[in-house]
């Protein structure tokens, strides 16, 4: 058994309604794993920007690559894993109890060292937002869990390479 | 001037040279089988059944290289479609294939024979569409035939909601077609090309390898060339048989498990494997881990997707087959490997394919054999099961488009709807379906429009009166425990034929073989059926056991 690494493919398709199950059903019917996926319109209307984290041995990696490819509505595929050096993000929303007004002070504080944003205060919750890689989001939410945690989305990652490698 | 969008749609098959349309009409799709009425440039065949249809198409597609078209209506027409297609799919064939569906507001809300086909078919098929409106049809329909027949062919769906096939729109048919986020890559890497060139002068034990890629890139021509100039031993796959003469002396005949002793040595023993248009599939290989273990590895295909599939490649090499042959064929000469020609002779001539003949029981293999003799230049339509391995190793196919076959799929009731297809596309041909009694029956129901259409198709059934390919195996791994297979209430197909309107023959005996084959030979206002009645426990040999290596080959009789 060959080494499983991780990849994060950056997929550029069309903006068509049944492109994602494309996609998702590429995996699905081949027994890859998605690990994360992110999916939303560019600034070009017409193209969406998919952005998929993904692990497998090498010849599974280079098998996802080449379906990607081969989907007619996919324009372009980069693995941004091999391709250069790329940036990467993404954001939670954090939904944390806060019973008491010590405890309030003490979770703004800690979120303070995550550089979070409170964007939804209630007297016995706040929901923060905080951006990062995987391991600063891993850190924030073990933190955070020793608070209560009543809710939490994450984005799943978004990819891109850095300056001019494209 | 405005247009209604089933109109529309049949223009828009016009503008693609479409000659035949193989349907079967139901409520949603009423207005495209409408405006097909009458229609003169396009013939519509009705079918008896949707499968019928798929298949139909295929067998045009495969037999002309043009692209095919299916047409059925929405829900169980569209489920019955999908056989078809998923055969057309594994094999690579253009194939556009149109339903209808409910109207656009009914979409979604478990309407009468509503079904998803967009999603049922979503793995089967190159690419699909579904139309809303009448005004994508001419686009769609544009977009639909590149895509089926360019890069690696493949079927397109072509769903379209009864309210678009209704309402009238502008017929502006594109004159070109440019897809931004589709572009096959058709031409090799020259330097690539030049690597295979340096590894096919080192080789020392070197082999061909074509498949049914190089039947599809019409690219047979080239591939003669390449094995010509430089006479290196060439085997082709079930899918590519034709490719190459299989009676020429450098021809292996088709590798796998029911492939020639020879060319399954030969790809143990070699040096190099060339494969062109062929992916190394489990049914060619074996045990991957005891596959050519000494082999270096040229993989020429359209399709990077299939190169380091199943076994490492040294030199991959992504385009059309007759683009990439063309290159390679200015860059070789004669290859230096005298020892291992002899080598390659020595097993031809001592591991031929061979059976035991008997006096009171019909062979499987002499039918196929006096088939041969009677029928060499014939299209062979096939089944799947023991006879189609019987006719791939006893009928030397030396032209390209001579054999079809499911060959990926492996779906049995293929054969009688593509003939009818293949025989259409060619009419000056003789198209011979070779089936058997298990899979004959599976579309049975199709000797109706080869009749109307008085198609003088020859239909011989291989008849051992069992599911055979499975009751071989039945026999060798699970200990003659014959589950399901017992084809004894089989009903007497001559009979049945004839009550369809066909003639039918039952041959029984050696001797009535010969007689027969020529008597079809002579009717030629319709199909005949032959059942011939042959040995019911005769098995396919050579055989390389599922999951074992190709040199572990149980050569049957020697």
Known sequence: MNPEERHIFSVLVENRFGVLARVAGLFSGRGFNIDSLNVAETHDKSISHITLVTHGDAQIIDQIYQHLNRLIDVIEVTDLSTAGTHVERELVLIKVATDNPQKRTEILQVAEVFRGRVIDMKPASLVLEITGDDGKLKAAIDIFNTYGILELARTGKIAMLRGSEK | ?558
């Open chain 2, 1 to 558: 001037m405005e247009l209604k969008g089933a109109q529309i749609l049949v223009d828009g098959l016009k503008r693609e040279g479409v000659e035949y349309i193989f349907g079967v009409n139901g409520g949603a799709a009423m207005p495209i089988f409408d405006a097909l009425y009458g229609e003169t440039e396009i013939k519509l065949i009705p079918m008896r059944h949707e499968q019928g249809a798929s298949h139909a198409a295929d067998g045009y597609a495969r037999a002309t290289g043009k692209v095919g078209v299916a047409l059925a209506t929405s829900g169980p027409g569209a489920t019955n479609l999908v056989t078809g297609i998923a055969t057309a799919y594994m094999d690579s064939i253009p194939m556009v294939a149109i339903t209808g569906q409910v109207f656009t507001h009914y979409i979604g809300s478990d309407a009468f024979q509503e079904c998803d086909v967009i999603g049922v078919t979503r793995p089967i098929c190159k690419h699909s569409y579904l139309i809303k409106s009448s005004d994508e049809i001419a686009d769609v329909v544009a977009e639909a035939f590149h895509i089926a027949k360019t890069g690696k062919p493949g079927p397109v769906i072509i769903d379209i909601a009864k309210d678009a096939q209704n309402n009238e729109t502008p017929f502006e048919y594109p004159e070109t077609v440019d897809i931004r986020s589709y572009k096959p890559q058709v031409h090799g890497d020259q330097d690539q090309i030049a690597k295979a060139a340096a590894l096919i002068k080192e080789a020392k034990c070197p082999i061909l390898y074509a498949g049914g890629g190089v039947v599809l890139a019409n690219a047979s021509e080239e591939l003669r060339q390449l094995t010509l100039k430089t006479q290196i031993p060439i085997t082709v796959t079930l899918m590519g048989l034709g490719a190459f003469p299989e009676t020429h002396p450098l021809a292996m005949e088709m590798p796998g498990m029911h492939g020639s002793c020879c060319a399954n040595y030969a790809f143990t023993d070699s040096d190099l494997i060339i494969a062109v248009g062929a992916r190394f599939d489990d049914r060619v290989t074996g045990d991957l881990s005891k596959f050519a273990p000494n082999a270096k590895k040229i993989h020429i295909d359209i399709d990077a997707s299939c190169i380091g599939k199943n076994v490492p490649v040294d030199v991959p090499i992504v385009g059309d087959a007759k683009n990439v042959l063309t290159e390679l064929n200015k860059q070789v000469s004669t290859a230096d490997i005298d020892p291992w020609r002899n080598q390659i002779q020595e097993w031809k001539q001592k591991y031929p394919f061979e059976y035991e003949q008997k006096s009171d029981v019909v062979m499987p293999q002499y039918v196929i054999e006096k088939i041969y003799e009677h029928y060499s230049d014939a299209i062979v339509v096939a089944d799947v099961g023991q006879h189609q391995m019987w006719a791939a190793q006893y009928f030397k196919f030396t032209e390209p488009r001579q054999w079809l076959n499911s060959g990926g799929l492996g779906t049995m009731g293929f054969s009688l709807p593509a003939a009818i297809g293949a025989q259409l596309g060619c009419p000056d041909k003789t198209v011979v379906n070779i089936n058997g009694d298990g899979s004959y029956i599976m579309t049975i129901q199709e000797l109706v429009p080869a009749i109307t259409m008085k198609l003088p198709l020859k239909i011989f059934i291989i008849n051992n009166m069992y599911l055979g390919m499975v009751r071989q195996w039945q026999e060798l791994f699970h200990g003659k425990r014959y589950s399901a297979v017992d084809y004894h209430d089989n009903p007497d197909f001559a009979l049945l034929a004839q009550a369809f309107g066909a003639t039918g023959l039952r041959v029984e005996h050696p001797e009535d073989v010969e007689p027969a084959l020529l008597k079809a030979k002579g009717i030629t206002d319709g199909p005949v059926v032959i059942d011939f009645i042959v040995d019911e426990e005769e098995n396919v040999f050579p055989m390389v056991p599922a999951g074992k290596g190709l040199g572990d080959v149980i050569r049957g009789l020697s």
